[in-house]
């Protein structure tokens, strides 16, 4: 959505001498170009929902059903699932901090336009 909304002199030369990297901003935004790709990549989702099934089955054979032969590959197929979920919450927490950055040197006179979240 195009917003027209007008900043003041003031706002505009205190954004201008922000201290905002714009090539950290575009790696988040790469980040999260990449995490879009690889969640609609059916074969990833496929492979990381047949692991989590597969991890959940296994709790219950060791946990549930005392089968302790069973524990080596919980904690193997499990530390794999933690690896990737890791990955994703480190991509994850980058992306928040570019736009974090961003938002703090938002214009006050823009406060309240277009704000996403009073949408919903």
């Known amino acids: 959505m195009k917003n027209n909304s007008?900043?003041?002199?003031?706002?505009?030369?205190?954004?201008?001498?922000?201290?905002?990297?714009?090539?950290?901003?575009?790696?988040?935004?790469?980040?999260?170009?990449?995490?879009?790709?690889?969640?609609?990549?059916?074969?990833?989702?496929?492979?990381?929902?047949?692991?989590?099934?597969?991890?959940?089955?296994?709790a219950g054979k060791v946990f549930a059903d005392g089968q302790r032969d069973n524990t080596g590959e919980l904690f193997f197929e499990a530390a794999s699932l933690d690896s990737i979920m890791r990955d994703l919450e480190d991509w994850i927490a980058d992306i928040r901090e570019a736009f974090t950055a961003l938002n703090k040197i938002r214009p006050e006179s823009l406060s309240g336009v277009d704000d996403v979240r009073t949408k919903m």
């Open 6 to 58: 007008q900043i003041t002199d003031e706002e505009w030369e205190k954004l201008r001498n922000a201290h905002f990297s714009t090539q950290d901003f575009v790696e988040a935004l790469e980040l999260f170009d990449s995490i879009r790709h690889i969640s609609g990549n059916s074969d990833f989702s496929a492979d990381v929902y047949a692991d989590i099934q597969k991890v959940k089955e296994l």
